[in-house]
């Protein structure tokens, strides 16, 4: 990191949380963006605990359990017993939630895509970039 740059981790964590809530936003997706992370992450993933969704969500485990059983109340997702742990439950999406997933990724797709139509080839590579450099870091701690 050089110093020329005036870097501030925080800044990028603050702006990231901005512009996801923005985005959001602009695409009209009716839920939180918590309430899509968490859907998210249940796709990419596949069923996970209550303390799973606290963790990825830097959430205490009470609050992921109301988050939880908010979208289950929706229908977009569903419950089902712990094969590892008779203690625990699992939540996983259901059809309504996987299609609810699609519709807010085109939702989010579209209301951004003009904005980020007016940016140049080289802005798009920078934020691709930006994009992989989050993800590895996030791979490393998970």
Do not use: C, Y
């Not at 009470?62 to 289950?72: N, S, V």
């Amino acid at each position: 990191m050089t110093s020329s740059h005036h870097f501030q981790p925080h800044d990028l964590v603050f702006t990231s949380s901005v512009f996801a809530r923005h985005a959001a936003k602009l695409a009209d997706v009716g839920v939180s963006s918590v309430s899509w992370r968490v859907i998210a992450a249940i796709s990419r993933r596949g069923p996970l605990r209550p303390r799973e969704i606290a963790s990825l969500e830097q959430v205490s485990r009470p609050t992921a359990t109301i988050f939880l059983q908010r979208l289950e109340k929706k229908g977009l997702l569903q419950r089902a017993g712990d094969p590892e742990d008779s203690r625990s439950v699992l939540f996983d999406l259901t059809d309504q939630g996987r299609e609810a997933l699609s519709t807010w990724r085109v939702s989010l797709d579209g209301a951004l895509a003009p904005r980020l139509q007016e940016l140049s080839e080289k802005d798009i590579t920078t934020l691709i970039e930006a994009q992989n450099l989050m993800q590895r870091i996030i791979a490393e701690e998970n």
